[in-house]
């Protein structure tokens, strides 16, 4: 059943367009007028906006059911013609509104809205009548009958068109059982329906109005209603919980790993580049004095003797001796300082070295 509205709709749509054809004040044959054999839609010569008259002519619509009906594409809304109070229908034709019929009176094929409602309408009302009044076989009923008592129905079959264009046959079968009862078939006489998960032969005889018969022929189950919410289980909620949690707590462990690495690196570089800065102004330094140790050779040095390495252990006339070696970057004393260079490693000038070497 899950599927049947929209067929009906679609049908519906299809039956619009083989309606009739004649507009206002045309010839039209009012023993034309008749129920689609598939739908029970309301067929007559004429067209949407009009109905077969008793001259035998179309004339305009007195009425509408729908708020915006069909065949009126294009027509300002207050041109159309007018809704119904609530104590009138509109009928199929839409020749003008109608008091409603009482119990027992006339109604059109399945038009339970042309019934005067019950007085404990509230009580009677489902979602299977209008207002607790049903129309069966053309005549007003009241949905009031009790479990066990007998009941009318009426089984209506229609066709439908499936998604691959064949069609099919359905059968919808309406009583005048109460709310949550049906009318059995057999016996005639109302029965408790059922629920979820209980046997069935029809949609009639569930509280979801949803048989679920698997194979033709065999009996069925109660499904459940084709508006149903879905609810999760509990233990869902809290897979779908945890799993949130843990991509939360992936990401952002990620992303603190990924960043610890970067600092580390950058750590590293940071210690590069000073020790680099350091070395780097060392030898700007020693450079610096070591032109200055130069500059500072007694005026008669020979070129051989200035440019004798600090290094060598050889003296300036060749000879080996014992202090040619000097560490490179002895911290000149403080009384031996000069105002300049106070905490500069010097490289002690060959003649005051060896002095301060005999003082020391
Ligand atoms: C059904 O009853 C309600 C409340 O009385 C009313 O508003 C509504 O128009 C009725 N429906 C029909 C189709 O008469």
Aim: net charge negative.
């Amino acid at each position: 059943m899950l599927f049947a509205a929209p067929l009906v709709l679609l049908a519906l749509s299809a039956i619009g367009v083989r309606a009739g054809k004649m507009t206002e004040g045309e010839a039209c044959d009012p023993s034309r007028n008749r129920l689609d054999q598939g739908t029970y839609n309301f067929l007559s010569d004429c067209d949407p906006q009009t109905y077969c008259g008793p001259d035998n002519t179309c004339l305009k619509r007195g009425c509408r059911r729908d708020i915006y009906p069909y065949g009126y594409y294009g027509t300002p809304y207050d041109q159309l013609p007018s809704l119904c109070k609530e104590t009138e229908f509109c009928p199929d034709e839409g020749s003008g509104c109608l008091p409603k019929s009482p119990l027992g009176g006339p109604c059109q094929k399945d038009r339970d809205d042309q019934c005067q409602p019950p007085p404990n309408q509230k009580d009677l009302a489902s979602y299977l009548n209008v207002n607790g009044s049903i129309c069966l076989g053309f005549q007003c009923y009241y949905a009031n009958v009790e479990i066990g008592q007998p009941c009318i129905f009426d089984n209506t079959w229609y066709e439908g068109i499936a998604d691959d264009g064949t069609t099919f046959s359905y059968m919808v079968s309406r009583d005048n059982c109460r709310k949550n009862t049906y009318c059995d078939g057999s016996t005639a006489l109302c029965n408790q329906k059922r629920d979820k998960g209980q046997g069935c032969t029809a949609n009639k005889e569930c509280k979801s109005y949803n048989c679920v018969i698997a194979k033709s022929g065999e009996s069925g189950v109660c499904g459940r209603e084709a508006d149903e919410p879905l609810k999760p289980k509990t233990w869902v909620y809290v897979v779908i919980g945890l799993a949130i949690v843990i991509c939360l707590v992936g990401v952002m462990g990620g992303l603190w790993l990924l960043h610890r690495r970067a600092r580390e690196e950058n750590q590293v570089k940071l210690q590069e580049y000073y020790n680099e800065q350091i070395a780097y102004r060392q030898s700007i330094m020693s450079m610096s004095h070591a032109k200055n140790s130069l500059l500072s050779l007694p005026v008669n040095t020979s070129a051989d003797a200035a440019r004798a390495s600090l290094y060598t252990e050889q003296d300036s006339m060749g000879l080996s001796t014992s202090n040619g070696l000097l560490p490179p970057n002895i911290r000149r004393e403080a009384s031996q300082a000069g105002s300049d260079d106070s905490e500069v490693l010097l490289m002690d000038q060959q003649g005051q070295g060896n002095n301060m070497r005999y003082r020391g």
